[in-house]
């Protein structure tokens, strides 16, 4: 039999209410210890006066009782909902504990909820990202795929498999010379429809995975462009040293943005030119490392100097690049407004103007990009890895040659996909799934 867990499910500190969750077999009798009285109805909140064994107080609160099997993990569960403070969570630890409860694992509880059917992986995961999710982008998508979007998804694609391999297997049935030649070429057909329906998700630019993770916007642009005075002022405050200084910046410097709810990881670079010294050489190595993995490229230009623009950073413009001619404010020559083929905003870091302008760009550019349509989306590598992987073994479909071999691509196929959602499941890849959790979830 399993344990009885508790854990305390809301953030630890001082707060108005914090909410306790028991589950296992010994939630029943912790609650009629605690509160000496009959259980209450299921699924009712009950005024709930809390002792210790000592008949010591520990707080008047509410409890409620979830039998099982209705109830988040599948177990009994108890929630109780106490005021939020150090000594009464001491109190009610020592209480259940010295009632034979442990204190939960991280993810336990999903892992559990998991464990007894009640959820499956992707749900699981989309509980733990939406408790980290920050912006509103990644709220949306951690609930739709709560919703069970990407699990119905990969459930469809797994039922299209197991109606393909059912016509196979009639087809092995069959003597070689009475086998009807259409059952070959239907299951070819459908076969490479799935193949396609395959292909045409995983050729989604990990837009799911770039926001679940945050979209990397990097700066990049010569000494003293104003790449760090820019960082400071779409931050909101002083993240970056800033200086007249030619080389201020060696680190990458990043920052968290909330940039019309698309959540960003601005980072400042150190300006690009043909390094002084050693550290300054190895910050020019780490801002093109950076611009390498940015999603979005920002090349700043000193606009005080066009029409010379300066080579080093003309360079990196690419078409994931934006340009900013910062520095408007000191621009005597008329400013373009594409440079390199790209789209340029003329802005001051020093007075704001034309920030508005730039952060509308911005937000315009990632919505293009990463809005995410109708279809649900891939939202980990490891749905990403196991789609792949099932689109490689559909590949390698191929009846006329071999109806035995063909099935079992089908069926490497449909194993993969079953470990989006956990039908075929390892205790490796669980534990590594729910250790992310946090307590209480
Ligand atoms: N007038 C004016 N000065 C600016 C503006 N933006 C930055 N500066 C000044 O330009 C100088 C360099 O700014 P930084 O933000 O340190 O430039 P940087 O690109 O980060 O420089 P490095 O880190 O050395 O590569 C500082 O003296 C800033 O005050 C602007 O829009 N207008
Ligand atoms: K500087
Ligand atoms: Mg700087």
Redesign the pocket.
Known sequence: MADTIYALASGTGRAGIAVWRLSGQGSADALLALTGRPLPPPRRAVRAVLTDRDGEPIDDGLALWFPAPASFTGEDVVELHLHGGRAVAQGLGRALSGLGLRPAEPGEFSRRAFANGKIDLTHAEAIADLVAAETAAQRRQALRQMDGALAALIEEWRRRLVSILARLEAAIDFAEEDLPPSLITLTQTEAAALAADLAAHLADDRRGEILRDGLHIT?L????????????RLAGREA??????????RDVIEVHLDLGGWPAILA????LREAEGQIEAEGVRRALARAGMADLKLA?FD??LVPVLDEATREVIDDSTLVVL?????AAAPLPDRVAGRPAVA?????GDGLDQLVGWIEGELQQRFAVGSAPVLTRARHRAAAEAAFVALSGFDPSVDLGLAAESLRAAATALGRITGRVETDEVLGAIFAEFCIGK
Do not use: M
Request: aromatic share 0%.
């Open positions: 700066l642009g010569a000494p003293n462009a104003g790449k760090s005075s820019l960082l400071n970056a040293i800033v200086s007249a200084e030619a080389g201020t910046t400042d670079t150190a300006g700043v606009a005080a910062n520095k408007r404010d000191l802005v001051s870091a020093k007075t």
